[in-house]
């Protein structure tokens, strides 16, 4: 059982889908939960939900590819919470279209949302680890498909590998401060921002014949990692790729 009592836990984009689950799963083990995310409104509905496990729930409105929001977001959540514990850099976005289509406006907002902000939000997370003095973990989310290729995929592909360069850096130059930082790495999971490909019969057969325990996840499923993640007591595991996937990338 890892116990999160008494801890704060920020995750970005932590209104629908794995971040959802994800701040689910810390708000279960008694963390307090600041969910970031651009829909002031999902937020409300997401931090409803989590509710029910009794803990301080903060919907914070907050682009995290724009460096003032950024900033105050994190300012809003310490004056709420006081301090903070535990950062996922969850927050992502894709634009789907073959590299010879895409839009060069496009591949930058996927990457101003992906990468950008991920790291202006774990900067501004390192910040505040090394002003408390106390240590701290943080987890970027990255993919399977910084494992392979994927048609139409170019922008959130890029985006997503580089975040495993960004997660490993942290894990090596924040070691010092005893702040961890590991990766997660998700399979084909039911979430929103993968509808359209839930919604090809043809997607579904290939991919789910392709995971050896023949099915995508739910999102509910990432509710246990998070503590795990979280947990202060794991002072060891740092710089560490967590996969997630059904056995996918194995396959």
């Known amino acids: 059982m890892h116990d999160l009592t008494g801890r704060t836990v920020v995750v970005t984009g932590g209104n629908s889908g794995i971040g959802l689950s994800l701040a689910a799963g810390a708000a279960r ?5 600041a969910i970031w995310g651009r829909n002031k409104s999902r937020n409300a509905g997401a931090a409803a939900m989590l509710a ?3 803990r301080r729930v903060l919907p914070v409105r907050c682009d995290v590819g724009d460096e003032g929001e950024v900033a105050t977001a994190m300012q809003e959540t310490l004056a709420e919470f006081g301090r903070l514990d535990c950062f996922f850099a969850n927050a992502g976005m894709h634009a789907a279209a073959p590299i010879q289509d895409m839009a060069f406006e496009d ?5 101003r949302v992906n990468l950008d902000g991920a790291f202006l939000t774990t900067r501004e997370a390192a910040r505040v680890f090394i002003e408390q003095g106390t240590g701290g973990s943080m987890v970027v989310v990255s993919s399977t498909i910084s494992r392979y290729g994927g048609a139409g995929q170019a922008s959130y592909a890029a985006s997503k ?6 997660g490993r850096t942290l894990a090596v130059e924040l070691a010092r401060h005893r702040v961890r930082c ?27 014949a392709r995971t050896p325990v023949r099915r995508w996840a739910d999102p509910e499923e990432f509710e246990a990692v998070a503590p795990f993640l979280a ?3 794991l002072t060891f595991h740092t710089g560490n790729e967590i996969v997630v996937d059904g056995g996918y990338t194995i396959f």
Not at 200 to 206: C, D, G, I, L, N
């Open 182 to 208: 590991n990766i997660l790495i998700p399979g084909w999971t039911r979430t929103p921002l993968n509808a359209q490909a839930q919604a090809s019969e043809k997607f579904m057969t290939a991919t789910t």
């Open 161 to 166: 590998t580089a975040l495993i360069g960004l």
């Open 29 to 33: 083990a008694g963390a307090d939960v």
């Open 231 to 233: 947990d202060p007591g």
């Open 107 to 111: 591949w930058r907002e996927v990457m």
């Open 52 to 54: 029910v496990h009794g």
